[in-house]
């Protein structure tokens, strides 16, 4: 008992050192004055108005001229040019904003493009690239809007240089911001060998670290790499995280062939003495093709020039039925050293690793683990001897601590189950008693929720927050909304199977958002419709064949859910597989671009049953709207089912790579783009979904996912509905999870789904209504962007107390006025009763188009 508590304990202190790229989107102090102006200096500037402390997004205090711009004629190479941004201490930059120069409206002065140049300690200066090789930046095109672009991969730095590039006869000018977070890991470097090329069934699969920033060679020194970008690998290491990159991409890996000795040494540079107490790495575990975790990992530790004689070792528990990739945490006993040595020893022919993570006490950090104010770094109080390690008496305390926090959590586990059991017994209550407990529990939080639609939009409908405002995360005195959900019934109820949402009381089941389930058959009390259901459910499909396995290549995962997983393939001879009738119109390419369901050997007979379910009802959808099931394989396990996948990938990836040259405002002014990107296709692409949301309607489906992640793009602008968006990485900020219970798309969702659970088709009227804004917009950000998850939800507590305040997506520039008002808004309507249909929608579009 007393070493799983100790394995217990290490892991969760390893948790805590893990840098999570999603969350760690924090800005940091240009646009809140946190870094101040002598942390920000620059290469040369124009004037002292324009000098580098006036770079600051956002920033318009009537000082200077509201931007840095650099001397840029007195310069022969605009690429020695820089604004630089000291952080005074090591953090990890995922992600930065751009703006040219206000100057009061006078001024026109912008980015186009630039580069990014980083270092960790002020002496080596590395130029920043994206995870294909390409250095700049895509920035401004105006002086005002910002610019945000991600870092990918992320970059680990101190001192940040932005570097325009441009014709250096032409002045440019900039205000920047950095977001990410702290690096606590402080880690400066590791020192790895190169990682070794597999060859797996005719296949090439490359492990080498290909984002490595320090010295290339046999083996890799003084950089940081793919141990420190924040992306675990895959179970399967043939998968990426990142789509259209090699095979292994994600992993650094290596043959024990190459290794007499039996293991691989790796060498971590910190940035100061520290004291460590456990390092975790991500390894992959797929010993079926001889990948297995290290079998034992010997640390030797160093404080100064030489290399503590006692190490530390460790053996994790050999696993040899699971082989899911996971993070093997590893105790490094309160040792103290600024560099740590282990040598990871060979499980089997293969030992692949994609992120290392570690966890040091604060008796070495002083007072610099402290938020850092007004961008000054923390300093050692005297007499204290930064090496000293943690006493034992401390590490009892934190023992006792931590065993009374797991007591307390025991106990409140028990409160939620009895909770849980108390809301069950009060779903038979009426409606009315459950409207008034909202409404009391709505009123409550009017303080909390101030809000106004008319100060965050323009009498233009443009958004008037500020970016700052719209990533920094939500105030400590918020109260958490989701409250509002945990009260009904209608959530109280597990989700762990698979249920249809009624379309009636919205009381019958929790929702269920499965990862690729394209539609679900929606139960309603009209008789007539429940006997078309209930055809759709029996016998099979004889045009449903069984396609040859051995065809499908895969080549990424799409998504995953509780019982399966969805993976875009390769599938070879399939348009001679499917005939005349049945081939894919207009893509005559072999290998033929297919998506691919799968059903988990370990599934349980209802997930089965659900599986062949969806099969049966999949095969009779047939509308050129609406992706169509292909084939299947269901003669063995495990189930598959293939459906069509288009070339242009998912809409929303496909509207934000277009560029609007000249947008037109104005229904008589709309003019061709270069690029594709017309009002006209645009809405033509909103008569496709509309048209196959029509089809499914009169099927009485409801769809309870309706957004652009989940329409593909064809050939010739060619749009298909389908449902693969939800578990993919790149959407994950798209779905709000309430813990142990359903994963929502809330910004996309109707009042009445979010609060009483009630999915109908008037419900995907008002998705439509959202994804149209998506596409109109070219999908530039989130809807309700400016709000937080908590703010949505309480924003849809206004649409239920309907007092006026609560708060409309704007109008997008593009978007004429008779459109916006007659058709968005009324997809919006508090009454579900009074919007319009999709036959409606369709007609109103096609009218539009006229």
Request: hydrophobic residues 35%.
């Amino acid at each position: 008992m007393i070493a799983h508590l100790g394995v217990l304990l290490v892991a969760a202190a390893a948790v805590g050192a893990q840098v999570n790229p999603e969350l760690c989107r924090y800005p940091l102090g240009m646009t809140g004055g946190q870094i101040q102006d002598e942390d920000i200096s620059a290469s040369s500037q124009w004037s002292e108005s324009t000098a580098a402390k006036f770079g600051r997004l956002d920033s318009d205090n009537g000082d200077g001229d509201g931007a840095w711009c650099p001397d840029m004629l007195s310069e022969a190479d605009s690429f020695k040019d820089y604004l630089q941004v000291d952080l005074r201490s090591l953090h990890f930059i995922t992600l930065v904003g751009t703006q040219g120069r206000h100057a009061d409206g006078m001024g026109n002065e912008f980015a186009q493009r630039y580069v990014i140049q980083y270092s960790r300690d002020g002496n080596d200066w590395l130029e920043w690239h994206d995870r294909k090789g390409r250095q700049v930046i895509e920035g401004n095109r105006n002086a005002y809007d910002v610019v945000l672009k991600d870092l990918e991969p992320p970059i680990i730095a101190r001192f940040v240089r932005f570097m325009p590039v441009t014709d250096h006869s032409m002045i440019v000018c900039m205000r920047v911001e950095l977001y990410g977070c702290e690096w606590l890991d402080g880690l400066m470097s590791y020192s790895i060998p190169d990682g070794h090329q597999m060859i797996y069934r005719g296949q090439d699969v490359y492990f080498n670290d290909s984002v490595y920033d320090g010295a290339l060679a046999e083996r890799l020194t003084k950089g940081l790499g793919q141990l420190t970008d924040g992306t675990w690998g895959q179970d399967d290491f043939l998968h990426t995280q990142t789509y259209s990159m090699w095979p292994g991409y994600d992993f650094v890996g290596w043959n024990n062939k190459s290794f007499p000795k039996g293991y691989v040494e790796v060498i971590f540079d910190f940035d100061h003495v520290r004291n460590f107490t456990s390092m975790k790495v991500h390894c992959n575990n797929m010993f079926s093709r001889g990948v297995r975790i290290f079998r034992q990992v010997t640390c030797y530790f160093r404080s100064g020039t030489e290399w503590e004689a006692d190490p530390v070792t460790y053996r994790p528990n050999p696993d040899r039925v699971s082989q899911n990739a996971r993070f093997v945490p590893v105790s490094l006993g309160d040792r103290t050293a600024s560099a740590i040595k282990c040598r990871f020893h060979f499980g089997d022919l293969w030992m692949l690793f994609s992120e290392v993570a570690f966890q040091s006490g604060s008796a070495v950090y002083n007072t610099s683990l402290a938020p850092r104010k007004h961008g000054h770094p923390g300093t050692t109080i005297p007499g204290e001897d930064p090496t000293h390690k943690v006493d034992d008496s401390n590490t009892r305390i934190l023992i006792g601590c931590l065993v009374a926090i797991i007591a307390i959590l025991l106990t409140i586990i028990v409160i939620i189950l009895w909770r849980q059991v108390w809301q069950k017994m009060l779903e038979k209550a009426s409606r009315r008693l459950l409207d008034d407990e909202l409404t009391a529990r709505l009123a409550f939080q009017t303080q909390a929720f101030s809000y106004r639609h008319s100060s965050l939009s323009t009498e233009d409908g443009s958004s008037s927050n500020s970016t700052y405002e719209r990533i920094f995360p939500l105030c400590g005195d918020y109260q958490e909304p989701s409250r509002l959900i945990r009260k009904l019934p209608e959530f109280a109820q597990s989700t762990e199977r698979l249920v249809p949402a009624s379309t009636t009381s919205g009381s019958d089941g929790a929702p269920h958002y499965a990862e690729a389930d394209i539609v679900s058959l929606q139960e309603t009390q009209d008789v007539n419709k429940s006997a078309i259901n209930m055809d759709l459910f029996a016998g099979t499909d004889s045009s449903m064949k069984e396609f040859p396995r051995h065809k499908l290549t895969f080549k990424e995962k799409l998504g995953e859910g509780q019982f399966g997983e969805v993976h875009l393939c390769e599938a070879e001879g399939m348009q001679e597989f499917l005939g005349k009738d049945l081939s894919i119109e207009g893509n005559d390419e072999s290998p033929l671009l297919v998506a691919v369901k799968t059903l988990r050997e370990d599934a349980n007979k209802n997930a089965r049953n659900d599986f062949l379910k969806e099969i049966r009802i999949m095969s009779r959808l047939k509308d050129p709207n609406i992706v169509r099931l292909l084939a299947v394989c269901v003669d063995t396990d495990p189930l598959w089912m293939i459906t069509e996948y288009m070339e242009n990938g998912d809409l929303n990836q496909f509207l934000c790579n277009l560029r609007l040259k000249e947008v037109a405002c104005e229904e008589s002014t709309r003019k061709e783009e270069k690029d594709g990107g017309s009002y006209n296709k645009l809405i033509g692409m909103a008569v496709q979904i509309a048209s196959g949301m029509k089809y499914l309607s009169s099927l009485n489906f409801v769809h309870r996912d309706l957004a652009t992640r989940n329409c593909l793009v064809g050939k010739e602008y060619t749009i298909k509905i389908a449902d693969f968006g939800m578990s993919r990485n790149l959407y994950r900020g798209d779905y709000y999870r309430i813990q142990g219970r359903a994963v929502l798309p809330i910004r996309w969702m109707s009042w009445e789904s979010i609060l009483l659970g009630k999915f109908t088709m008037a419900s995907d009227v008002w998705a439509f209504g959202v994804t149209l804004w998506e596409i109109l917009t070219l999908c530039k950000e989130q809807p309700y962007s400016q709000l937080s998850d908590e703010q949505v939800i309480e924003n849809t507590g206004e649409f239920f107390r309907d007092q006026g305040k609560q708060i409309y997506l704007p109008k997008p520039p593009c978007c004429p006025e008779r459109l916006y008002t007659n058709l968005m808004l009324s997809c919006w309507r508090r009454n579900a009763k009074q919007r319009p249909s999709f036959l409606e929608i369709h007609t109103q579009l096609m009218e539009s188009l006229a």
